[in-house]
């Protein structure tokens, strides 16, 4: 079973560029994640899809960040213009639908990106 | 928001060595994960414990959910160069659908 695909898997740009990232969840998985990671810390969440809605989006820098997810399979992440604090790792995890409070993400490798 | 600390963030140890990293909260999970991620992937689930005092093991990997269900342990006997990595723990809360609040990892080399 192919796991989660990302791409690209680095990403180097100047800033107040736009950058997008694509993502390509396990089949059969309705929900979808990104997420960001700094150097040396854990995951947080960006926004979650169940299908093609966005049902959790709180912590996505809307000003610049946009992502969407049409026909509830692949999923693009989009930045705005870029900034230099939005280098990091962007990740892309996908679950089942969640039942019973037990449930697995799958993470794809990331995208690297550096915004110099 | 709930927030989970791991502790220690980073550990340097010797092959055959023991060791134990905590994931503390003053939340209550319902279900608390385990990943380890090595450089240049995404995180890998490791273990899932559910119920309160919940001892698993995975090969040298021995894994405790509290009893009041807001920390946890990973214990690993005899480390091995393998073992390097990023240890993450990972929160449900309760109500939170299939939201994770990850903790901010521990680093564990393993030299030979």
């Known amino acids: 079973e192919a796991g989660v695909v990302q791409s690209p898997r680095y990403k180097i740009i100047e800033k107040k560029q736009p950058v997008a990232f694509w993502c390509n969840p396990i089949s059969g998985h309705n929900t979808l994640y990104w997420y960001r990671q700094n150097l040396g810390q854990g995951p947080e969440l960006l926004i979650r899809?169940?299908?093609?809605?966005?049902?959790?989006d709180s912590q996505l820098p809307k000003d610049r960040f946009s992502a969407e997810r049409l026909k509830g399979v692949d999923s693009t992440l989009k930045i705005q213009p870029a900034e230099l604090g939005d280098s990091a790792v962007y990740l892309c995890?996908?679950?089942?639908?969640?039942?019973?409070?037990?449930?697995?993400?799958?993470f794809g490798p990331g995208t690297r990106l550096t915004v110099t | 928001t709930q927030l989970l600390e791991q502790s220690p963030q980073f550990l340097s140890i010797q092959e055959g060595e023991n060791l134990t990293v905590y994931c503390n909260s003053s939340s209550v999970f319902s279900s608390l994960q385990w990943y380890r991620q090595e450089p240049g992937e995404g995180p890998v689930l490791l273990v899932t414990?559910?119920?309160?005092?919940e001892v698993k093991k995975l090969k040298r990997l021995t894994f405790q959910f509290g009893d009041a269900r807001k920390d946890s342990s990973l214990h690993i006997t005899a480390a091995q160069t393998g073992d390097t990595g990023l240890y993450l723990c990972a929160g449900v809360g309760y109500n939170a659908g299939n939201m994770l609040t990850f903790g901010g990892g521990t680093r564990l080399m393993v030299k030979p």
């Open positions: 995890a996908s679950s089942l639908e969640w039942t019973s409070g037990i449930y697995e993400q799958y």
């Open positions: 899809y169940e299908n093609e809605e966005a049902v959790d």
């Open positions: 414990v559910v119920t309160g005092g």
